[in-house]
């Protein structure tokens, strides 16, 4: 896996800040590279009129990898599958699950145990709102949990 760190130009382009990448793992056998240019919009969706992003807050969504203060990159045009992670709308509020069909069943589910399935019922109607096709994780926040993980290979 490798690594390049690129800066934002006041255009909204994104630039290579080193000339170098950065090897996260073996040597590359191809070293030899030509420059490439990336615009993280054009990396998140073809539809970008329909597209927007949303910071998570809670923990319902830990069991996947998507913790509190990530931020979502959210496709409404998306129609949602089983397994894929939406945002919906319940009683008026914004939800975050995994969506799960089973049979004629329609189910609004938490990837993490403290928190029960919802069930698309008449008396509970949800509407999804977007297809979520990545997350932006916040390594940050994460590194103290890392360093805890990795210092148990020291003993």
Known sequence: MEVEIFTVKPSGRLIPLFGERIH???ESPATDYEEERIDLNDYVSSYPEATFYARVIGDCMVGSGIFDGDLLVVNRSLTPSNGDVVV????????????????????????????KPIKRTECTQFQIWGVVPHTILNQ??????RADRLQQFLR
């Open 88 to 115: 919906g709308v319940l009683d008026g509020d914004f939800i975050l699950r995994v969506y799960l069909k089973s049979g004629r069943d329609e189910y609004l589910m938490p990837d993490n145990p403290k928190y």
């Open 24 to 26: 996260a793992g073996f």
């Open 140 to 145: 940050l926040n994460r590194k103290h949990v």
